[in-house]
């Protein structure tokens, strides 16, 4: 070994250490004891003061519309889960608060799922927990969750950049720098007959939406309202990552000749369900429960670029043969939205390169449509993650550009950004725009037209699935009368 050689790893060394302690330096001890989260699924829905023929008295009117509109009927996985066993499991862990001289306020009831009938409850008292799985009505009990020794320590909230650089704009270009990413699935041509996603409701599913009430080019986007599904939630909404600020910038910013997005005239909630200090199965919990939130809001259209397949430790990774569409409850919940009356554009993940290589739950999901991520030149990106499913599904199901894509960071400025992340709501977006164009269409039927007018639906295939979507031509077969 020769000398440069010798020295370029003693520099490589002192930089691998040298980031090493940067990171130990920047934990801090998670606050508090140690807590747990248990899901418990109950077996069924006893005891509901809520009857399917009264959905309004839950669901709001446009959710109910969604479903008349499209023949679809109100079930029992709508119904809220029975108050009479919540209140139960209340008692229940009252009694055993105060019989150990614990105060009430060491556990509290996180959130349900209706889709499943499941209740998430944390506490740090495990016995107490053990006890709530011991009840008759609970089917079944699972630890999804626990507090970590140490966690990042969190820095400074970014400025916002106050204006745009002279750069960023492209004179007489009035897509500025969002025109290939739209271009390259004639997107322009829906926005030229007036759809823009006009009367669409889109929810968009994060980790964070870092200073999307400050950032200019966000300000005229129509933010409907916002809500954090994490526990505990975020002490400023809009203080955490800027990952869905570049999602909904894709989508929702309207800045001519700087950046355009795919729907700037949707209407859009920002719903956090991504904890970003851990990674463990409690996160798909999260995940269901805004879904649910988001279909009793209302609304037309979920873009969600979050994905999983392990998490921290082992025992409760995923293995290859569960990317079936039916294990993991995230993607249980997922192939359960185009029948509740909404289209989820779901990113496939950008594990392409690493040892795990295919789409990450829930882009296994039935009926939706999981995007893949290409370059410039249409090629496919190699950090996407590939199919089939496991039950031999073609995944992804459409590709977008996403390396990289163009986007709004949490300063305000433009940046270049890869990842199915990206190409996951430009697709999104211009759903929006489709579903405007043919609003007498299903959530499936328009599922079914992006893929059936890709650009390789007659031969699709396991990295570049349907292949890049035809906006315009979806349009065009979409508006043709259909044969009786």
């Known amino acids: 070994m020769n000398r440069q050689t010798i020295i370029g790893l003693m520099i490589c060394l002192a930089a691998v250490l040298g980031n090493g302690a940067t990171r130990a330096a920047s934990k801090v001890r998670y606050p508090g004891q140690k807590q747990y989260i248990w899901r418990y699924t109950l077996r069924n829905k006893a005891g509901s003061a809520y009857q399917i023929e009264h959905p309004t008295r839950w669901l709001s009117r446009k959710a109910v519309e969604r479903r008349q509109r499209q023949g679809l009927q109100i079930d029992s996985t709508d119904l809220p889960v029975s108050g009479k066993y919540l209140r139960t499991m209340e008692k229940t862990a009252a009694g055993i608060a105060k019989g150990e001289g614990r105060k009430a306020a060491e556990w509290q009831t996180v959130g349900t799922s209706r889709w499943h009938n499941t209740v998430l409850v944390r ?82 599913l994060d980790g964070g939406f870092q200073n999307c009430n400050e950032i200019p080019a966000l300000q005229r986007a129509m933010i409907l309202g916002v809500k954090d599904f994490v526990c505990p939630p975020s002490q400023d909404f809009y203080r955490e990552t800027d990952h869905g600020t570049k999602v909904l910038s894709t989508m929702a910013t309207n800045e001519p000749q700087v950046m355009v997005g795919t729907a700037p005239e949707a209407r859009y909630w920002l719903l956090r369900c991504e904890d970003m200090q851990t990674e463990q199965p409690v996160e798909e919990d999260y995940w269901t429960m805004a879904a649910e939130f988001a279909d009793s809001a209302g609304v037309d259209i979920i873009s969600s670029s979050l994905g999983y397949s392990n998490y921290d430790g082992t025992e409760n990774d995923y293995r290859q043969r569960d990317l079936d569409g039916r294990t993991a409850l995230i993607s249980r919940s997922a192939s359960m939205l185009a029948h509740k009356g909404i289209v989820l554009v779901n990113s496939a993940g950008n594990a392409g390169m690493g040892p795990w290589k295919k789409v990450e739950v829930p882009g296994d999901a039935h009926d939706i449509l999981t995007v893949g991520a290409v370059n410039t030149k249409k090629e496919n990106a190699p950090f996407s993650g590939v199919g089939p499913t496991q039950d031999g599904r073609v995944k992804p199901d459409v590709m977008a550009l996403g390396s990289p894509a163009v986007m709004i960071s949490g300063r305000g400025t433009i940046v270049r950004d890869m990842g199915t992340s990206f190409s996951t709501p430009i697709v999104a977006g211009l759903v929006a725009c489709l579903w405007q164009a043919l609003p007498e269409k299903t959530a499936l039927e328009i599922i079914s037209l992006v893929r059936q007018t890709a650009s390789q639906h007659d031969e699709p295939e396991n990295i570049y699935g349907y292949g890049i979507p035809n906006f315009w031509r979806a349009y065009m077969i979409g508006k043709m009368p259909n044969e009786k």
């Open 123 to 204: 506490s740090n008292d495990t016995t107490l927990l053990r006890h709530l799985a011991e009840l008759d009505f609970v089917k079944e009990s699972r630890q999804v969750w626990q507090s970590p020794d140490s966690i990042e320590r969190r820095g400074p909230r970014i400025r916002v950049h106050e204006g745009w650089n002279p750069w960023d704009s492209i004179r007489g270009e009035i897509y500025g720098n969002g025109r290939e990413q739209i271009e390259m699935l004639q997107g322009q041509r829906l926005h030229d007959i007036g759809c823009k996603g006009r009367g669409m409701t889109i929810a968009v």
